[in-house]
């Protein structure tokens, strides 16, 4: 079953049984006997002084500042940023909104032992057993029969199922216990990927097998280091989304992404499988020893990549709210935070270009979004990202000139050099395995481009293959570019 589940189930009729022996259970899922202080987070606007980034984190008595760190490799210590809470109050979080996890899971699952609630929770075993008390004496959960390995088992009483599903009208949220918003702006803020220094050097070596222009990547650079917004623009088939997909690369690290956050004790869902890939790791199996691993409410995930095209609405930049199962979903900046947000083919989307940029003012200028709940309660989440700005269009046609200079950097992509042309050429034909004279790449270039006026795009090469290794199959031709494969290929791809 997924970590994150919105049906509801009714809780199985249970059998009671003896108290005895719980206790040490516990010992068994948790570990009582290290002593280790949660982290401290400040308030968000309190991480800023003088447009400074900065950061607390008193339980590894680090102090991350503003100042930049040019090296990619350095994995990411976890343990440090943040430890397994090892009570209640470390969480974070409040003992009832635990409980109302608690129950929620058990009215799911029917029956479950303490190791197996420490995994649907992502809480350590002494954790959930505090939790489990406390229903308990609230007469919500009940003793079941011990199963074959001695492992208590606990269900839902009558009174624990009406709870349950009570608790289910209000927030259908059924996963891992939440990050509290204070604890995730703190780690978000660490983790940041401007606290990084890219390099021209970097830039080359990412780069290093996908041909683009010097004077290209010596341009985007420094865009990466100013901390604001980039808009790429230029004809369609330039390879603006190919390279801005790419430019995650260079932040190659991993960061820490969690399940989901608590914010006024309302769960919003953060993980997103589709754009957090989680790095496997052996810590992740460790989940009941407090000292040899990190929060498991929290993923380790390559940096996250967001693309957004013409399919964006305004709905989609807000908390959303889902009215059947009860559940709240973290917008798209939300998901994209310590990685890149890309918003392509802009002028396209239902929303205006004026409006779009007009929501994320704020945010450019202060580093700070500010959200809002159901209820109409406001709140603020960091703003860490590098956000990316596509479009085949005009700049000046999109936005006036004031706005257009609060963007900072406007690159504009060109197509191809005849060199850099036949440089894309022949790697896709070994892409395609496909043999080449030098030239049939002179008769494409000579006589087919010029004759039709069309441009060097680095588009072109992949397409133009593609058709012509579609026909050499259909015909069971042998695997080489041909005059009359290049002609078909051509005629077949542009209209007239």
């Not at 397409?463 to 005059?483: A, G, N, P, Y």
Request: negative net charge.
């Amino acid at each position: 079953m997924s970590l994150f589940s919105f049906v509801n189930k009714d809780g199985k009729e249970s059998n009671s049984a003896s108290d005895s022996d719980v206790k040490q259970q516990a010992a068994v899922d948790g570990d009582k006997s290290l002593d280790m202080a949660p982290p401290k987070a400040k308030s968000l606007r309190d991480t800023y002084v003088k447009g400074d980034l900065i950061s607390n984190n008193s339980a590894t008595n680090n102090h991350p500042t503003h100042e930049h760190n040019s090296s990619i490799d350095v994995p990411l210590n976890s343990n440090s940023i943040a430890p397994q809470p090892i009570d209640v109050k470390s969480t974070g979080l409040s003992e009832n909104l635990l409980v109302s996890l608690l129950l929620k899971h058990l009215n799911l699952s029917g029956v479950l032992t303490i190791r197996q609630l420490s995994q649907k929770l992502c809480l350590p075993g002494v954790i959930v057993q505090t939790l489990i008390d406390k229903a308990k004496h609230q007469t919500y959960v009940e003793n079941m029969a011990s199963n074959e390995r001695q492992q208590m088992r606990y269900a839902l009483s009558s009174i624990g199922q009406l709870m349950a599903e009570k608790e289910l009208l209000k927030n259908g949220y059924i996963g891992p216990a939440p990050v509290p918003i204070a604890q995730y702006t703190n780690i978000c803020l660490q983790q940041s990927s401007r606290k990084h220094v890219v390099t021209l050097a970097e830039l080359n070596n990412v780069f290093a097998d996908i041909n683009f222009s010097q004077d290209l990547l010596e341009k985007v650079g420094p865009s990466l280091n100013s901390n604001k917004p980039i808009l790429i623009y230029g004809e369609a088939g330039t390879g603006k989304s190919y390279f801005c997909r790419h430019l995650n690369m260079v932040f190659g690290d991993e960061v820490l992404i969690p399940y989901a956050l608590e914010v006024n004790s309302e769960v919003i869902q953060v993980f997103d499988p589709e754009i957090h890939h989680k790095i496997e790791d052996a810590s992740n199996h460790k989940i009941l020893k407090i000292a040899e691993s990190f929060d498991q409410r929290w993923i380790k995930c390559t940096r996250p990549l967001v693309v957004s095209g013409g399919e964006l609405t305004e709905q989609m930049l807000e908390v959303r709210f889902d009215s059947d199962s009860k559940t709240y979903q973290a917008p798209l900046q939300l998901k994209a935070n310590n990685g890149i947000l890309l918003l392509d083919d802009l002028g396209r989307q239902k929303i205006s270009p004026k409006a779009l940029f007009n929501r994320w003012i704020i945010p450019l200028e202060e580093r700070v979004d500010y959200l809002a709940l159901q209820s109409g309660q406001h709140f603020e989440i960091p703003f860490e990202l590098v956000m990316l700005f596509s479009t085949n269009l005009s700049p000046t046609d999109l936005v006036d000139d004031a706005f257009l200079r609060r963007l900072g950097y406007k690159i504009n992509f060109t197509p191809l050099s005849k060199e850099l042309y036949q440089s894309v050429w022949f790697n896709e034909c070994i892409t395609t395995n496909l043999k080449c004279e030098l030239s049939l790449f002179e008769y494409l270039v000579d006589h087919l481009h010029k004759m039709h006026g069309k441009k060097f795009l680095p588009c072109y090469p992949r397409d133009l293959t593609s058709i012509i290794s579609d026909q050499i199959k259909f015909k069971q031709l042998d695997s080489e570019v041909t005059k009359e494969l290049l002609d078909f290929a051509w005629h077949s791809y542009f209209v007239k």
